[in-house]
């Protein structure tokens, strides 16, 4: 159990659906991410939040819209995704300080995305 | 230059033998290090921060060189839990960087 749930596991959404990916983490971290990774591409880093504050939005188109209420909770709302899309989407944590990651990233299980 | 590169892979080795990891990074400002793994429709994982020095964790073994800009990890005595994907991951840091770079990561079965 690494401290960082995500929900649901499994998504299949239709191109005209809206959904959202929920992510929580219980480590007391102040930084939390979203990635994508889809069959033979690293992790592709999409946003980054510090202390709430989006801090990097890695050209991640708008279709795809990060929302973080607090430190612990982080949502990917997704409407009017492509059939591309369609991925493996993990939320991580740390703690972070002045633009470095301390220690490790702890990350959830992921959501496996199928967009039809 | 891609930022993080790996060997291809895959690796098929049979347990018991040592098997070595090689990645490179093209950001000379780069400074913390990992090799993280990652099982088959699984989370990726920590397994070890690399140090300047080198460090050793059990049958695992990670170089840094960073006037190359080249990092190993090196596997002994392979066991056949050791199967997964290994991903090599630099972090560039300063500024406002919270930027963990992936490699694509290298495939390793270690077989009966």
């Known amino acids: 159990e690494t401290g960082v749930t995500q929900t649901p596991r499994h998504l299949v959404m239709g191109m005209t659906n809206k959904k959202s990916l929920k992510c929580e983490q219980h480590?007391?971290?102040?930084?939390m991410y979203w990635y994508k990774q889809s069959a033979k591409k690293p992790l592709e880093l999409m946003f980054v939040?510090?202390?709430?504050?989006?801090?990097e939005n890695n050209s991640v188109p708008s279709r795809f819209s990060p929302e973080c209420p607090n430190s612990s909770h982080l949502f990917l709302h997704l409407h009017t995704l492509q059939p591309e899309d369609s991925a493996l989407y993990l939320c991580?944590?740390?703690?972070?300080?002045?633009?470095?990651?301390?220690?490790?990233?702890?990350f959830g299980p992921g959501t496996r995305l199928t967009v039809t | 230059r891609k930022e993080v590169e790996q060997d291809p892979g895959p690796f098929n080795v049979p347990e018991g033998a040592t098997v070595a990891f090689n990645c490179t990074y093209s950001?000379?400002?780069?400074?913390?290090f990992f090799w993280y793994r990652q099982d088959c429709r699984k989370e990726p994982k920590l397994l070890m921060s690399?140090?300047?020095s080198g460090n050793e964790d059990g049958r695992f073994t990670a170089q840094l060189n960073r006037a190359s800009q080249y990092i190993s990890l090196l596997i002994r005595d392979s066991k056949l839990s050791d199967s997964a994907t290994y991903l090599c991951?630099?972090?560039?840091?300063?500024?406002?960087?919270?930027?963990?770079?992936f490699g694509k990561g290298t495939l390793l079965t270690v077989n009966p």
């Open positions: 480590l007391g971290h102040n930084a």
């Open positions: 950001n000379s400002a780069s400074q913390s």
């Open positions: 991951v630099v972090n560039i840091g300063g500024g406002s960087n919270y930027k963990l770079t």
């Open positions: 991580a944590s740390s703690q972070a300080l002045a633009g470095v990651v301390l220690g490790e990233q702890y």
């Open positions: 690399v140090y300047s």
């Open positions: 939040y510090n202390f709430k504050e989006q801090t």
